[in-house]
């Protein structure tokens, strides 16, 4: 769904004040308003992120699951679920890339849309889990594009995803796993 709004800075200021624009995204100049995640995403987003954080650290890198933005530029940015980033890619703002990206997808939104942004800032690994824990998992290619990866391998963090009955996503590495 489109809309024009007549008195944009009004509606802005009276998200920012609801605490409601945490999670909106600019898009080369044009506004996306994202609503706040379901009860379901919310708590696969912090599940997960326990589970992969330390897998994070021995890689050197940083992880949040709290709304921090993949910016181009200040008028383009994306915000993913989870950012798994290096030291050099924060800046004040947020990061402005990562090595790996988490989205949640919820029916209609706009992940897929996302995963071009991500490829654009370098972003080696990106990866969509939907409510039923089916995911995809793509790692970018020499020329900048994503491409599935089949045995579900995330080289960035050394884990292995796979969906399991329950649903769950189930995450392995060298000496142990967890389900979430």
Same mark, same amino acid.
């Given at each position: 769904? %489109?809309?024009?709004?007549?008195?944009?800075?009004?509606? !802005?200021?009276?998200? $920012?004040?609801?605490?409601?624009?945490?999670?909106?995204?600019?898009?080369?100049?044009?506004?996306?308003?994202?609503?706040?995640?379901?009860?379901?995403?919310?708590? #696969?987003?912090?599940?997960? #992120?326990?589970? !992969?954080?330390?897998?994070?650290? %021995?890689?050197?890198? $940083?992880?949040?699951?709290?709304?921090?933005?993949?910016?181009?530029?200040?008028?383009?940015?994306?915000?993913?679920? @989870?950012? /798994?980033?290096?030291?050099? @890619?924060?800046?004040?703002?947020?990061?402005?890339?990562?090595?790996?990206?988490?989205?949640?997808?919820?029916?209609?939104?706009?992940? /897929?849309?996302? !995963?071009?942004? /991500?490829?654009?800032?370098?972003?080696?690994?990106?990866?969509?889990?939907?409510?039923?824990? $089916?995911?995809?998992?793509?790692? !970018?290619?020499?020329?900048?594009? /994503? @491409?599935?990866?089949?045995?579900?391998?995330?080289?960035? #963090?050394?884990?292995?995803?796979?969906?399991?009955?329950?649903?769950?996503? %189930?995450?392995?590495?060298?000496?142990?796993?967890?389900?979430?």
């Amino acid at each position: 769904m %489109r809309a024009v709004l007549v008195n944009a800075e009004s509606f !802005l200021e009276q998200r $920012r004040r609801q605490g409601m624009d945490k999670f909106d995204e600019m898009w080369e100049g044009e506004w996306h308003f994202v609503n706040p995640p379901k009860s379901w995403h919310s708590f #696969l987003n912090g599940d997960m #992120l326990v589970v !992969l954080r330390p897998h994070a650290e %021995r890689a050197g890198l $940083r992880s949040t699951g709290d709304a921090l933005g993949v910016f181009a530029s200040g008028s383009d940015w994306r915000i993913p679920d @989870q950012a /798994y980033v290096r030291p050099d @890619q924060i800046v004040e703002e947020g990061v402005t890339g990562a090595e790996f990206v988490v989205e949640f997808r919820s029916p209609g939104d706009e992940s /897929y849309a996302k !995963l071009p942004f /991500y490829a654009g800032r370098g972003v080696t690994e990106a990866m969509i889990v939907h409510r039923d824990r $089916r995911f995809e998992l793509f790692g !970018l290619d020499g020329a900048g594009a /994503y @491409q599935p990866v089949e045995d579900g391998r995330c080289e960035t #963090l050394g884990v292995t995803f796979s969906t399991v009955a329950g649903p769950k996503l %189930r995450i392995e590495w060298d000496g142990g796993s967890a389900e979430v």
